[in-house]
Every structure is written in structure tokens, then in C-alpha cells.
Antibody, heavy 116, light 108 residues
Framework: EVQLVESGGGLVQPGGSLRLSCAAS????????MHWVRQAPGKGLVWVSR????????SYADSVKGRFTISRDNAESTLYLQMNSLRAEDTAVYYC?????????WGQGTLVTVSS | EIVLTQSPGTLSLSPGERATLSCRAS???????LAWYQQKPGQAPRLLIY???SRATGIPDRFSGRGSGTDFTLTISRLEPEDFVVYYC?????????FGQGTKVEIK
């Protein structure tokens, strides 16, 4: 069974940092592009970032470019999102997701709250 | 960036009725890269349709998608009680990937 389990969310002050993790199981992790998608409370879905299977190619939404870094450890089947210079508007549930062309598998999400 | 505009924002219908949801793109990308997702409260999204018209594994045939260019439609032929939730379109052919703002289907 394919599973994606996010962790690392929590409360952080504006300007602070947080690292999210996503533990993958049930599939060959290195064969898939992986993504982070976020959803602010009561709002819609926003794509944040993606990374290729071998980690060599990444892309970001303009709203997080230069502040967030996506990475992966294929030996550990784990996806990461390093978030720096956090702002109140980064408050959201962050979902880890897998794609084979289209996103076809999602984790349950981890909540990040940026507040003083 | 391709902006996706979904309409209506809220659709009020009764169980058994037909639902038609619209998604319009700000520019024509490849219609092979348009997806629809369903999201229930407190849950992650679920893929319904990919490639504009292909149903994902396990999705009932009351869900269908069509469209090309800049205009796409998700149709639910006969609404079941569990279908009264939120639906998002998404394009995955052009970076950055983008989602529509969502259509909520509510019980009338």
C-alpha cells in the first residue's frame, strides 16, 4: 500500500524556520517526482514545489522561491521541505504528494502555523 | 503562469441531479494536462480525472471530464450524498502548476 506520512509541522514565529519531512512507503520512491502542496485554513490548494526522482531538478512557486528548499533522500525514501524566513501567509496544511505525470497520491498533511 | 478560474463558486443541487462544473484557463496549454480533484472536509484531495477526460482508478463512472484548449468541464451525472463536497481543477503541463479556486457542491 502506498503511504505518504508528513511530519515536522507546528507553531513558529515570523522569520523563523521549519523543516517538513514526508516518509514514503509502498512504492519505488526514486522513480517518482514528488511535490509539496499547501492549503491555508478555509482556502484552496496551492502548489509549492516539486523535485525529480533523482533530485537533480526542482521548481518552486514564486511565493516561496528563495525561502523554501525541496530535497529528497532516496536511500531513506524521504522528502523534505526546508522553510526559512516564514511569514504569516505561509500558515497552511502542507501536503506531500507523488506524481506520475499527474499527482495521484497525497499524504494527510501537516499543519504549519506562523504566528507570534 | 496559467490562471484557472472555476465556476460557479458554489453549486446548489439535490441528490440525483446532474452537476456541471467549469474550469477556464487563462491561456491554452496542453489539454492532456488538466486534472480534477475532489476534497472532503478534513481530508487530502483525491484524483478524479486526468488528461482532461480519463477517470482515475476506482472512480465511479458518474464522474466524467471533457474539454480542450481553455475550457474544461467536470460532470457528475447523478449526485450521490457523498458527492456534496469541493472540487478543484489543476493544470500540470506548465510550470508553475496551478489549481483553480474550487467549486463547492452543496445540498439544495
Amino acid at each position: 500500500e502506498v503511504q505518504l506520512v508528513e511530519s515536522g509541522g507546528g507553531l513558529v514565529q515570523p522569520g523563523g524556520s521549519l523543516r517538513l519531512s514526508c516518509a514514503a512507503s509502498g512504492f519505488t520512491f526514486s522513480s517518482f517526482w514528488m511535490h509539496w502542496v499547501r492549503q491555508a485554513p478555509g482556502k484552496g490548494l496551492v502548489w509549492v514545489s516539486r523535485i525529480s526522482g533523482d533530485g537533480s531538478t526542482t521548481s518552486y512557486a514564486d511565493s516561496v522561491k528563495g525561502r523554501f528548499t525541496i530535497s529528497r533522500d532516496n536511500a531513506e525514501s524521504t522528502l523534505y521541505l526546508q522553510m526559512n524566513s516564514l511569514r504569516a501567509e505561509d500558515t497552511a496544511v502542507y501536503y506531500c504528494a507523488r506524481s506520475y505525470s499527474v499527482i495521484n497520491q497525497w499524504g494527510q498533511g501537516t499543519l504549519v502555523t506562523v504566528s507570534s | 503562469e496559467i490562471v484557472l478560474t472555476q465556476s460557479p463558486g458554489t453549486l446548489s443541487l439535490s441528490p440525483g441531479e446532474r452537476a456541471t462544473l467549469s474550469c477556464r484557463a487563462s491561456q491554452s496549454g496542453s489539454s492532456s494536462y488538466l486534472a480534477w480533484y475532489q476534497q472532503k472536509p478534513g481530508q487530502a484531495p483525491r484524483l478524479l480525472i486526468y488528461g482532461a477526460s480519463s477517470r482515475a482508478t476506482g472512480i465511479p463512472d458518474r464522474f466524467s471530464g471533457r474539454g480542450s484548449g481553455t475550457d474544461f468541464t467536470l460532470t457528475i451525472s447523478r449526485l450521490e450524498p457523498e458527492d456534496f463536497v469541493v472540487y478543484y481543477c489543476q493544470q500540470y503541463g506548465s510550470s508553475p502548476w496551478t489549481f483553480g479556486q474550487g467549486t463547492k457542491v452543496e445540498i439544495k
